[in-house]
């Protein structure tokens, strides 16, 4: 099943995520690539924090979606940091969500090519059956 996450809803989530972390002392947001660079770029306008080449201590850092955990478990040590995602496909542990979704759904974002959403997620279906 297909969620057609919207530019509407991407906004409502940066107003959750800079009204939440407002007050974190953070020294700038790193957006990983490739999803969570739109959001790193809309957080560090609305929180006036530097957006980050790199990640490093003390950080916002920031994806699209918690799928398998592959990608955010990369970026979890990096000292004093936050981690926030859009969307999580389980309860968050050590990062926040602003939305949690059931495991079989399969996300397509606004910035992404929608003629490929099939062809992306069978590849990562592929993936996570090794």
Not at 7 to 20: A, H, L, R, T
Not at 59 to 74: A, M, N
């Amino acid at each position: 099943m297909f969620i057609n996450y919207t530019w509407e809803e991407f906004d409502k989530s940066v107003e959750i995520i800079s009204d939440k972390s407002k007050n974190w002392n953070l020294s700038g947001i790193y957006g990983i690539p490739r999803g969570g660079l739109c959001l790193a770029v809309a957080l560090s306008h609305k929180l006036n924090i530097e957006l980050l080449k790199e990640p490093r201590n003390n950080i916002l850092i920031v994806d699209d979606i918690y799928d398998s955990g592959e990608t955010l478990h990369r970026y979890k040590d990096f000292l004093g940091s936050k981690h926030f995602v859009l969307i999580s496909k389980i309860e968050p542990l050590w990062w926040d969500s602003v939305q949690v979704i059931s495991k079989d759904k399969w996300v397509v974002f606004p910035w992404e090519e929608k003629e490929n959403r099939k062809n992306d997620m069978d590849k990562y279906n592929l993936k996570m059956k090794r």
